[in-house]
């Protein structure tokens, strides 16, 4: 008997890591030029970059209904665990974590939800700390815990070509997108409280990039960390961004994770996006930053 853990399609992790902590992953939907999909299941990376590299573009996404959620918890209890600790993207950017809450509500006490305040690795990391509490027998508090101290060392970075794409999906403000569109100029971003917020400015994709890995760097501190990257029809970046950090931080450098951001994420950010997560392990000097 154990704690099972829950994710949502956002936290792209490798399929093989999914199967190894035996993690169940709840898709978000996206609507791209009318056509709906469930992400990672029907709708892909390369769908979203064609239809927002076209003339016509309609993109939306939706969050999984309240009783997806609660079908989810009802099988796994049923099936044998104790609990269920359920780990979502940001509620600030999604109403995924209000869904889930809403079919924990309805199972009772033996369901946990955590909102990472992230999305991307930045979800995953947590996710996979609880995972790895759960494997090692702790209890569903305890499963909790190691979700929510996971998302306090957990620091994401991401650059985007555009703002354009955030706007129209209401994730930042207009006058931050005319800002950055009057100006030419590549906006570095954050999410210090689960909210998108304009970290930094830069004038090129190169200095976008030479940015990202000084933020990492600096988030990471001297403490031993785990790198995730992301990118999104930019592989050569998120090679650029891997090599550079893999020299920088040597030896602190332990777990490396590399992947396309999914449909969901590039409905939202768009072609070019580049993102660091920076997870620093538990000891003395692993303080939160940014």
Known sequence: MSVAVVTDSTAYLPPDLVRAHRLTVVPLTVVLNGAEGLEGVETFPADATRVLGGRRVSVSTSRPAPEQFAQVYRSLLAGGADGVVSV???????????AARLAAAEIGDRVEVVDSRSTGMGLGFPVLAAAAAAEGGADLPAVR????????????????????FLRRGGRINAAEALFGTALSVKPIMHMPHGAIVVKDKVRTASRGVARLVDLAVEAAGDAEVDLGVHHLAAPQRAEQLLAALTDRLGNHLHDTYVSEAGAVVAAHAGPGLACVVIHRRPGPDASPEG
Not at 146 to 163: G, Q
């Open 88 to 98: 979502h993207l940001s509620a600030e950017l999604s109403g995924t974590v209000e």
């Open 145 to 164: 815990q190691a979700a929510l101290d996971t998302v306090d060392r957990t620091t994401i970075y991401f650059y985007v070509d555009t703002l354009e």
